[in-house]
């Protein structure tokens, strides 16, 4: 049995999964509903501290261990290298296609699909022309993302 919980953040419910081998998703959710205690507790719990303190405006990266066995190599390549986009900055599609030797359609598509909301900070990745993209669904949570960590910006 996996671990399930639900992290209320400024931008509304987060649902929190894991497993033995790691933190697993975390993404918007609607309205709560039981938690399960499974194994990887220890991850849901990390990833609490982790947005915790990046709500109170950390800058530093999770620390915790990933479970991305479900995705490909591309996939894993390409959100690695999104987590490695500093805190307050933004990259372009198209410059972190060029990183990767991938289209920048391809890195809006995987973009899309990364499973852990902030862990991979899918808000830093904009359009080249400065315009902030999609976010499934959520632009709005990504403006405010961008705009919370400006803020917060310490050099």
Known sequence: ???????????????????????RLVRFAGVPSDEERGAGWRFVEEFFDFAEAYFAGSQNPYPGRLDLSAASSRQRRLWLQTMQIPYGRTLSYAALGKLLDMHPRSVGAGMRAAPLLLVIPAQRVIYADGGIGGFAGREGAKAWLLQFEKRNLRV
């Open 1 to 23: 049995m996996s671990a399930l919980a639900f992290f209320s953040s400024p931008l509304g419910w987060l649902r929190v999964e894991a497993g033995a081998q790691g933190l």
